[in-house]
């Protein structure tokens, strides 16, 4: 019979759990609001349906209706197909201003 040699046990590596649980934060630290995080899925969708938005970041109506207000009132965004319903419209990024949501409305001259 050959010894065996005793292995020692490692615990199970969860760092798959860190990845998914992982709430993407800014460089500060803090977690992102949410017009940030409307922001990028705006950009790396580049045209998006309302309701998709809206089920993604659990939106009431009315704040969907605010942020697409505030998007189109700088030139970022633009209505491709109003539906029936307000959550069957499609919206198109027409303008994009890179990561960082824009805070302040920005005046064209």
Request: aromatic share 12%; no cysteine; hydrophobic share 40%.
């Amino acid at each position: 019979m050959t010894a065996t040699r005793d292995l020692p046990i490692l615990p199970p590596s969860d760092a798959k759990a860190h990845i998914i649980g992982k709430v993407r934060k800014a460089k500060s630290g803090k977690k992102l609001n949410k017009k940030q995080k409307v922001w990028e899925f705006m950009r790396r969708n580049r045209t998006f349906r309302v309701g998709d938005m809206m089920a993604i970041f659990d939106m009431k109506k009315s704040y969907a209706n605010w942020i697409l207000w505030f998007f189109k009132k700088q030139g970022l965004i633009t209505q491709l197909f109003s539906g029936k319903r307000f959550e069957d419209s499609v919206y198109k990024v027409v303008r994009d201003i890179g990561v960082k949501s824009p805070n302040t409305i920005i005046k064209r001259r």
